[in-house]
């Protein structure tokens, strides 16, 4: 049964992630598998503990944005993590809007 609330898009783009534990800050870099407006899954072997507040930045290049690249930037919670040596990585709700800087 399929409980996805919108269709999802397989993209390979690169993403920045980071959360917070205590006072320590933690940032990586991943890949995304696939991207939603309600959320993404980022391929990566460091993955945040499942619950965890994420802020993410994904680069989209010129040839998916258009003229220029583009950062998308989103806050999330981690809904699952995934430790599959095919595909490891983790999965974030998010509520994922891209604004055009151009147009107001």
């Known amino acids: 049964m399929e409980l996805r609330r919108s269709g999802r898009f397989v993209l390979r783009l690169a993403v920045i992630y980071g959360w917070s534990e205590g006072k320590s ?3 990586y870099k991943g ?7 309600c959320g993404l899954f980022i391929i990566s072997n460091t993955p945040p503990p499942t619950d965890a507040i994420v802020n993410i930045e994904v680069m989209i290049p010129p040839r998916i944005a258009g003229d220029a690249s583009l950062r ?3 806050k999330g919670h981690v809904v699952r993590v995934t430790d599959a040596p095919e595909v490891p990585g983790f999965a974030i709700a998010a509520d994922i809007k891209i604004k055009n800087p151009y147009v107001m």
Do not use: E, H, N
């Open 25 to 27: 800050a933690r940032r």
């Open 72 to 74: 998308l930037r989103a």
């Open 31 to 37: 890949l995304t598998r696939d991207i939603s407006s």
